[in-house]
Each structure stands twice: as C-alpha cells, then as structure tokens.
C-alpha cells in the first residue's frame, strides 16, 4: 500500500482537505485543529461554579462576561477615546481586586463579594451575574448551559457550537479509521526528514509561498523550505495552486483572484505536466 504525506502552508489549509478525506472514507492522521474555545469556557464556568475559590476559572469567567457584553465595559476592540478610558477604568477596578488575593486575605470572589457589598455599578452587577451562575448549576443542567449561554456567550452563534461540536465527533470518528498506512497530513515545516511514495504539496500561490512582503532573504528561505518538501516524494510528486481559495484560510485581499507562486514558474516545462483539476460540481466544458 503506497503511502501518501500531503503538505500545506499552515494548518487552517489541512480542514477543507480533511473534510473532503472524511466525505470519501478516507483515513488520515493530522494533529487535532479544533477551535475548543467554547467547550473551554463551559468548563472553566463549571469549574469555578463547583470550587468557588478557583481565582483563574473566576478571572476567565470575569473576562467573558465583558466580552460579552452582559456587564457595561466597552469592547476590548472600542475605537473612541472615550469607550478606552471607560474600558481602562473598569479594568482597573477589576484588577484591583486581586489586591486582597495576593494579600492572602481570601480568594477573588471573597474580594468580589466584599466589594460588591458597597458597590452600586459595576462590582455589584458582576456580582449578581455569577450569584445567578452558582444557583442555575444546582437547579438543572439545562439551566446552567441556558445562563452560560446566555451571559457568557462561548459560541455566540448556534453555528459555531455546531462547528465545534461537529469537529469534535468527525476527529474521533477519524481517530477510529486508523488502519493500514493513512494519508498524513502535515505542514510543510512538519515534513524535514519524513518520506512517502506520493507527495503533495497545496498552497502553491504568490502571497502564500512565498509570502506576501517577504524580502530577499525570506523569499531564498521559503524556496529551500518547498524544495525539501519537493525531495519528500519517492515516486509521484503533485504541486497545487488555487485559483480561488476562502479570504478566512488565505488572509490575502484578494483570494478570488490568486497568481501561481512564482516557485512554480522556476520548474522547467520539461520536468513537469501541467493538469487543471476542476472543483467539485463544476460541469466539463465541451470541447
């Protein structure tokens, strides 16, 4: 069985490539890359909510509800002078309550709830929002997961918990497939001092390989970077470039008009066979 190793730039390019993997009941192995920053919110909450004196599980859930919206800071992306300074004095208060911690005089919701005590803005509404989360764990897991939900906003969007949820159960899933010699999935950084029988290298754009501003000395590293990912294959090598790729994997401007790296035009026509692989759905032109 031939052994396949397929490279890419950075990691956000190896999901489109997975997914497709998945669809057609391919196993591969690739390091897990699953956006886990909402599962991690849950679990910090439900930390801090079963161990009240968790100061950094209270810190994180702190920081949430700011950036959530559900206490009156400004967000940590406000542009007015004026949202700033609000957004720096009420950062300033909160820092101020490790004071006591490093004191040793309690734990930081010991410090919230004695400052909250004489506080009418934002130290007592912080107060009363994790009072709130505290009583919603013992009354049912519904209500704990509605108030998260709600007021510490992991996921924002319905989408993003499905996303989340959905790379979780298609990597285990994955995980379980492991037979015979999978595809591997690597960076091309990952691939020093690895071999397979077919090499396959994507991302083979200008503004991605080489990247886009790199000077002289950065531009002679990225090409001795995909000549070692060149030299990987044993018998078939296959180098792609998109003419169009999503903005979100990319970073580029312009992703809907992409240019062949130049790297490319440096092979000479009589080492290489050029193919136009047309995406998924796209009708044949008639000749």
């Not at 919110?41 to 994180?60: C, K, M, Q, T, Y």
């Amino acid at each position: 069985m031939q052994q396949s190793l397929v490279l890419v730039p950075a990691r956000q390019y190896a999901e489109k490539i997975k997914a497709e993997l998945r669809r057609r009941g391919v196993p591969y192995s690739h390091p897990p890359s699953i956006d886990d920053s909402g599962f991690a919110i849950l679990v910090e909450a439900h930390d801090w909510v079963g161990s009240p004196d968790a100061n950094f599980a209270l810190r994180l859930c702190i920081e949430m509800l700011g950036d959530a919206g559900s206490i009156d800071i400004p967000s940590r992306r406000a542009r007015t002078p004026a949202q700033r300074a609000k957004r720096a004095v009420a950062m300033k208060t909160i820092a101020g309550l490790w004071s006591a911690v490093i004191a040793g005089k309690g734990s930081l919701w010991a410090s919230l709830s004695t400052a909250a005590a004489s506080d009418k803005g934002l130290l007592s509404e912080l107060c009363r929002l994790l009072n709130d989360l505290r009583s919603s764990a013992d009354a049912s897991t519904h209500d704990f997961l509605a108030l998260v939900t709600k007021n510490l906003r992991p996921w924002g969007k319905v989408e993003n918990l499905m996303k989340e949820v959905r790379g979780w159960i298609e990597e285990m899933r994955t995980q379980g497939q492991q037979s015979g010699r999978p595809v591997r999935i690597m960076t091309l950084q990952g691939a020093k001092g690895l071999e397979a029988d077919i090499v396959i290298v994507t991302g083979l754009n200008d503004g991605i390989l080489p990247r886009a501003k790199a000077d002289a000395a950065q531009v002679e590293e990225q090409a001795r970077l995909l000549y070692v990912s060149i030299t990987r294959a044993k018998y078939d090598l296959h180098l792609f470039h998109a003419r169009k790729r999503d903005a979100s994997i990319t970073y580029l401007p312009k992703s809907f008009d992409l240019k062949p790296s130049r790297f490319l035009a440096a092979i000479s026509s009589d080492d290489k066979e050029q193919r136009y692989h047309p995406p998924p759905g796209e009708r044949k032109k008639p000749r």
